[in-house]
């Protein structure tokens, strides 16, 4: 979706290191959604953020919601190989209606 | 089930063949979602039920695309003569209210391969 970029596309980083994945909006947001998926499977829910400046985690996952920049980042800290996948990140862009758009996901890899 | 379900997971068709396509969403769950996904790509909508109601159909990309959901539980995404365009995974996804911005969990999707 052109609405919704995400940078990095890929990311290969070696375990144990810190990463930053982006998702930027060109329209306003209401409500912004990280999603994890790997090959052949569906979309695994991680996070929702809904306020500027609400900030989430969930054990060496953080994410956070700029709403003035219309932006969002997640953040892995002290990355294992568990965390390899696809990560996407969706939003709500028009007001009132139920749909998301998503980004075009970001590949993260993980070196042993 | 605990989950959404799709069915079936891989679906190979000739261009031209109708296909359907089944989900069955957390059960008690108001709102389903149908996306289509592109290899490489984000998943893009294509309908929106409420119950049996189906409230937004915006995304379909053409009138060979049919979704229903007549006792507002399962749902059937059908696609008529299928074109080699179609291959994507359709995933279904579904949440607990009608209430914007409920969170939406998916299945695993079903892969449509058209030779």
């Known amino acids: 979706s052109q609405e919704l970029e995400q940078s990095p596309q890929s990311l290969i980083v070696q375990e144990g290191k810190n990463l930053t994945i982006n998702c930027t909006s060109s329209?306003?947001?209401?409500?912004l959604y990280w999603y994890k998926q790997k090959y052949g499977e569906g979309l695994i829910f991680l996070m929702m953020?809904?306020?500027?400046?609400e900030e989430k985690s969930h054990e060496k996952i953080t994410a956070k919601l700029d709403e003035k920049k219309q932006q969002s980042s997640l953040h892995i800290t002290a990355s294992q190989p568990s965390h390899a996948g696809i990560y996407l990140c969706?939003?709500?862009?028009?007001?009132?209606?139920?749909?998301?758009?998503f980004g075009q996901g970001t590949r993260l890899t993980i070196n042993p | 089930g605990a989950g959404v379900s799709q069915s079936p997971r891989y679906k190979v068709a000739k261009r031209g063949q109708d296909v359907a396509l089944r989900c069955d969403p957390i059960?008690?769950?108001?709102?389903l979602f149908w996306y289509q996904q592109a290899l490489g790509q984000g998943p893009e909508f294509l309908t929106y039920?409420?119950?049996?109601?189906?409230?937004?159909k915006s995304g379909l990309p053409s009138d060979r695309f049919f979704a229903e959901r007549p006792e507002g539980s399962v749902s059937t995404l059908k696609i008529q003569r299928t074109q080699q365009e179609d291959s994507a995974v359709y995933l279904c996804?579904?949440?607990?209210?009608?209430?914007?911005?409920?969170?939406?969990?998916f299945g695993p999707g079903t892969r449509l391969t058209v030779l």
């Open positions: 996804a579904s949440s607990h209210t009608r209430l914007l911005w409920d969170t939406q969990y």
């Open positions: 953020l809904q306020k500027g400046g």
């Open positions: 059960s008690g769950h108001v709102s």
């Open positions: 969706g939003a709500g862009i028009i007001q009132g209606a139920q749909k998301l758009v």
């Open positions: 039920f409420q119950n049996e109601a189906q409230l937004d």
């Open positions: 329209k306003t947001l209401y409500g």
